[in-house]
């Protein structure tokens, strides 16, 4: 198709077409929308709990499409700022450590698509989960420690059932970041589970390696129950060494 309208010609570059523009166009004022209402989440003039202004409302005032406006609740929602339901209008949402870590985690889902991005960031979860299994063993509370021995109970049942033995594995290993009485600690555990259960989930599950992960949950549980710091510390790092060297070859073999 030839273009006869320079004007036309000038807006598109020569190269993208009008739809592409379009499109731009609508993200741009998307985006500007989205900043609009960040400002009045961070000024106070919406606060949490308080409800967006009608749709209609916030095309008047802003002068943009029912379009635009619904690609800006998008990403406001996608950053954890409005909570949305049908039905409903958006609210601002309370904002806590899972809010703030949920807001992060398109970026974090690309970090681990990068060369050791998912090497560096479990390398992370070592170390905390390291330091957490000494600081167990030197402080947790007798209540605390019967919640970590129902954990690893639960988890010595699911050994036949792969998906549950690993939801328990899961579970087991939140409690130790409930030990510190961080409420960061637990939200964290959080994040980094969801954003390594992409590549774990493709680790295969059979009962034997479901029991030898068992037997190492066990190692950690029984040291931090002799008050052994040095012990739960090197229990808890060959287990994650262990775990680690199950799914590297799967993260490899993706790769090729």
Do not use: C
């Amino acid at each position: 198709m030839v273009i006869r309208n320079r004007a036309l010609w000038r807006i598109i570059g020569g190269h993208a077409s009008v739809n592409e523009q379009s499109t731009q166009l609508r993200f741009r004022a998307a985006d500007t929308l989205v900043s609009a209402i960040e400002e009045r989440i961070r000024n106070g003039d919406l606060r949490a709990g308080d409800p967006l202004p009608p749709e209609r409302e916030i095309v008047r005032d802003h002068g943009v499409s029912r379009t635009v406006v619904r690609e800006a609740l998008r990403i406001l929602a996608s950053k954890a700022l409005i909570t949305a339901r049908p039905g409903f209008r958006p609210v601002v949402a309370r904002l806590g450590y899972d809010a703030a870590l949920d807001a992060v985690g398109s970026v974090a889902a690309q970090l681990l698509e990068q060369p050791d991005g998912v090497r560096n960031l479990f390398d992370m979860r070592v170390r905390i989960e390291a330091s957490l299994a000494r600081d167990a063993a030197k402080s947790a509370t007798s209540e605390q420690i019967e919640e970590m021995e129902a954990a690893l109970e639960a988890n010595r049942a699911a050994i036949p059932d792969t998906k549950l033995f690993y939801e328990t594995d899961v579970a087991f290993h939140s409690v130790l970041h409930t030990v510190p009485g961080n409420p960061m600690l637990p939200a964290l555990h959080r994040a980094f589970t969801a954003w390594l259960a992409p590549n774990w989930i493709k680790m295969p599950r059979l009962p034997k390696r479901n029991e030898i992960n068992y037997e190492a949950h066990k190692a950690i549980f029984d040291a931090i129950l002799r008050r052994d710091p040095d012990k739960a510390e090197t229990a808890l790092r060959d287990h994650l060494d262990f775990a680690w060297n199950q799914v590297s070859d799967i993260i490899e073999g993706a790769r090729h």
